[in-house]
Protein backbone atom coordinates (compact mmCIF):
# COMPACT_ATOMS: atom_id res chain seq x y z
CA UNK A 1 0.00 0.00 0.00
CA UNK A 2 1.35 3.60 -1.06
CA UNK A 3 0.75 6.06 1.83
CA UNK A 4 1.65 9.42 1.35
CA UNK A 5 1.82 12.01 3.54
CA UNK A 6 1.36 15.98 2.57
CA UNK A 7 5.12 17.97 2.39
CA UNK A 8 4.07 21.63 3.19
CA UNK A 9 4.88 24.13 5.79
CA UNK A 10 3.81 22.34 9.11
CA UNK A 11 5.37 20.78 11.55
CA UNK A 12 4.48 16.99 13.05
CA UNK A 13 5.41 14.89 9.94
CA UNK A 14 8.21 12.74 11.91
CA UNK A 15 5.94 11.38 14.37
CA UNK A 16 2.94 10.45 11.55
CA UNK A 17 5.69 8.44 9.80
CA UNK A 18 6.74 6.83 12.79
CA UNK A 19 3.50 5.56 13.65
CA UNK A 20 2.81 4.10 9.72
CA UNK A 21 6.18 2.44 10.03
CA UNK A 22 4.94 0.50 13.54
CA UNK A 23 2.00 -0.67 11.31
CA UNK A 24 4.76 -1.36 8.75
CA UNK A 25 3.86 0.91 6.25
CA UNK A 26 7.02 3.10 4.94
CA UNK A 27 4.70 6.28 4.03
CA UNK A 28 6.66 8.97 1.74
CA UNK A 29 6.89 12.39 2.28
CA UNK A 30 5.89 14.56 -0.83
CA UNK A 31 4.16 17.95 -1.89
CA UNK A 32 4.27 16.34 -6.02
CA UNK A 33 1.19 16.78 -7.40
CA UNK A 34 1.47 12.83 -9.35
CA UNK A 35 2.84 11.17 -6.38
CA UNK A 36 -0.18 12.26 -4.09
CA UNK A 37 -2.92 11.37 -7.02
CA UNK A 38 -1.30 7.92 -7.23
CA UNK A 39 -1.04 7.37 -3.47
CA UNK A 40 -3.50 4.77 -2.11
CA UNK A 41 -4.23 6.60 0.83
CA UNK A 42 -2.98 10.42 1.58
CA UNK A 43 -1.98 11.84 4.97
CA UNK A 44 -2.43 15.77 5.84
CA UNK A 45 -0.56 16.12 9.30
CA UNK A 46 -0.09 19.64 10.72
CA UNK A 47 1.22 22.13 13.89
CA UNK A 48 1.31 25.13 12.81
CA UNK A 49 -0.73 28.62 12.03
CA UNK A 50 -3.57 28.43 10.00
CA UNK A 51 -2.73 31.76 7.34
CA UNK A 52 1.05 30.88 6.43
CA UNK A 53 0.14 27.24 6.10
CA UNK A 54 -2.71 28.15 3.72
CA UNK A 55 -0.53 30.71 2.17
CA UNK A 56 2.13 27.68 1.42
CA UNK A 57 -0.44 25.56 0.19
CA UNK A 58 -1.70 28.01 -2.22
CA UNK A 59 1.41 29.21 -3.28
CA UNK A 60 2.05 25.46 -4.44
CA UNK A 61 -1.35 24.61 -5.93
CA UNK A 62 -1.66 22.20 -3.06
CA UNK A 63 -5.30 23.61 -2.45
CA UNK A 64 -6.47 22.70 -5.24
CA UNK A 65 -4.88 19.41 -5.61
CA UNK A 66 -6.46 18.64 -1.92
CA UNK A 67 -9.58 19.21 -2.57
CA UNK A 68 -9.85 17.07 -5.61
CA UNK A 69 -7.91 13.65 -4.38
CA UNK A 70 -10.37 10.63 -5.02
CA UNK A 71 -8.68 8.39 -2.52
CA UNK A 72 -9.01 8.16 1.60
CA UNK A 73 -7.68 11.35 2.89
CA UNK A 74 -6.74 11.94 6.48
CA UNK A 75 -6.07 15.35 7.99
CA UNK A 76 -4.78 15.77 11.59
CA UNK A 77 -5.02 18.71 14.07
CA UNK A 78 -3.88 21.77 11.74
CA UNK A 79 -4.69 19.81 8.79
CA UNK A 80 -8.62 19.05 10.63
CA UNK A 81 -8.87 22.97 10.60
CA UNK A 82 -7.59 23.60 6.74
CA UNK A 83 -10.29 21.39 5.66
CA UNK A 84 -12.69 23.41 6.97
CA UNK A 85 -14.05 26.43 5.82
CA UNK A 86 -12.83 29.50 7.67
CA UNK A 87 -10.64 29.35 10.68
CA UNK A 88 -10.46 32.99 13.35
CA UNK A 89 -6.74 32.11 13.55
CA UNK A 90 -5.83 35.29 11.20
CA UNK A 91 -9.40 35.82 9.67
CA UNK A 92 -8.08 32.74 7.15
CA UNK A 93 -10.11 31.41 4.49
CA UNK A 94 -9.34 27.73 4.61
CA UNK A 95 -9.87 24.94 1.80
CA UNK A 96 -13.85 24.75 2.70
CA UNK A 97 -13.88 20.25 2.20
CA UNK A 98 -16.36 20.58 5.36
CA UNK A 99 -18.95 22.79 5.94
CA UNK A 100 -18.03 24.56 9.21
CA UNK A 101 -15.94 26.82 10.69
CA UNK A 102 -12.64 26.62 13.09
CA UNK A 103 -13.13 28.88 16.49
CA UNK A 104 -10.37 29.82 19.37
CA UNK A 105 -11.62 28.47 22.38
CA UNK A 106 -12.50 31.44 24.81
CA UNK A 107 -12.11 30.23 28.65
CA UNK A 108 -11.35 32.18 31.89
CA UNK A 109 -11.63 28.84 33.74
CA UNK A 110 -9.58 26.37 31.40
CA UNK A 111 -6.28 26.90 29.95
CA UNK A 112 -5.37 27.27 26.34
CA UNK A 113 -3.96 26.15 24.24
CA UNK A 114 -5.59 22.36 25.28
CA UNK A 115 -3.06 20.46 25.78
CA UNK A 116 -2.85 16.58 27.04
CA UNK A 117 -5.75 14.35 27.21
CA UNK A 118 -9.08 13.88 26.75
CA UNK A 119 -12.04 11.38 25.85
CA UNK A 120 -13.98 11.00 22.83
CA UNK A 121 -17.33 9.50 22.50
CA UNK A 122 -20.12 9.86 20.55
CA UNK A 123 -18.40 7.89 17.69
CA UNK A 124 -19.33 7.49 14.24
CA UNK A 125 -18.03 5.39 10.76
CA UNK A 126 -15.43 2.61 10.57
CA UNK A 127 -12.89 5.05 11.46
CA UNK A 128 -13.47 4.45 14.89
CA UNK A 129 -13.90 0.50 14.87
CA UNK A 130 -12.34 -0.72 17.92
CA UNK A 131 -12.66 1.93 20.32
CA UNK A 132 -14.71 3.22 23.13
CA UNK A 133 -16.87 5.96 23.89
CA UNK A 134 -14.66 7.93 26.45
CA UNK A 135 -11.48 6.42 25.15
CA UNK A 136 -8.74 9.05 25.82
CA UNK A 137 -6.70 10.78 22.84
CA UNK A 138 -4.00 13.18 22.93
CA UNK A 139 -4.31 17.07 22.13
CA UNK A 140 -2.43 20.39 22.03
CA UNK A 141 -4.75 23.20 19.93
CA UNK A 142 -6.09 27.00 20.80
CA UNK A 143 -8.59 26.25 17.67
CA UNK A 144 -11.75 23.85 17.44
CA UNK A 145 -14.06 23.10 14.67
CA UNK A 146 -17.82 23.75 15.72
CA UNK A 147 -20.45 20.36 16.12
CA UNK A 148 -21.93 19.92 12.61
CA UNK A 149 -23.58 17.29 10.10
CA UNK A 150 -19.80 15.64 9.39
CA UNK A 151 -19.09 15.58 12.75
CA UNK A 152 -18.10 11.39 13.95
CA UNK A 153 -16.50 11.86 17.13
CA UNK A 154 -16.90 14.43 20.05
CA UNK A 155 -14.48 16.04 22.53
CA UNK A 156 -15.96 18.60 25.59
CA UNK A 157 -13.23 21.48 26.37
CA UNK A 158 -14.71 24.87 26.92
CA UNK A 159 -17.56 23.50 24.77
CA UNK A 160 -17.92 20.35 22.78
CA UNK A 161 -16.76 20.15 19.35
CA UNK A 162 -15.71 18.34 16.75
CA UNK A 163 -13.16 15.63 17.66
CA UNK A 164 -13.30 14.18 14.07
CA UNK A 165 -15.01 14.66 10.85
CA UNK A 166 -15.92 12.91 7.83
CA UNK A 167 -17.18 13.95 4.74
CA UNK A 168 -17.38 11.74 1.03
CA UNK A 169 -13.52 10.34 0.93
CA UNK A 170 -12.04 12.73 3.29
CA UNK A 171 -12.08 12.29 7.34
CA UNK A 172 -9.78 14.25 9.94
CA UNK A 173 -9.01 14.45 13.81
CA UNK A 174 -8.50 17.04 16.13
CA UNK A 175 -6.49 15.02 18.09
CA UNK A 176 -3.13 13.87 17.38
CA UNK A 177 -3.86 9.71 16.68
CA UNK A 178 -0.11 9.02 16.05
CA UNK A 179 0.55 10.62 20.03
CA UNK A 180 -1.88 8.81 21.25
CA UNK A 181 -1.16 5.31 22.40
CA UNK A 182 -2.74 2.27 21.67
CA UNK A 183 -6.00 4.13 20.61
CA UNK A 184 -4.58 6.42 18.14
CA UNK A 185 -2.54 3.53 16.67
CA UNK A 186 -5.77 1.14 16.44
CA UNK A 187 -7.42 4.13 14.28
CA UNK A 188 -4.72 5.04 11.92
CA UNK A 189 -5.06 0.89 11.44
CA UNK A 190 -8.56 1.72 10.53
CA UNK A 191 -7.90 4.27 7.80
CA UNK A 192 -5.51 1.99 6.63
CA UNK A 193 -7.72 -0.91 6.30
CA UNK A 194 -11.06 -0.18 6.84
CA UNK A 195 -11.51 3.39 4.92
Known amino acids: MKVAILKYNAGNVQSVRYALQRLGIDPILTDNAEELKSADKVIFPGVGEAKSAMDYLKARQLDQLIKDLKQPTLGVCLGLQLMCK???????????????????????????????????????TPLYDGISNEDYVYYVHSYFAELCENTIAVTDYVNPYSASLHKDNFYAAQFHPEKSGDVGQKIIENFLTKI
Open 86 to 124: HSEERDTDCLGIFDVNVKKFESEALKVPHMGWNNIHDLK
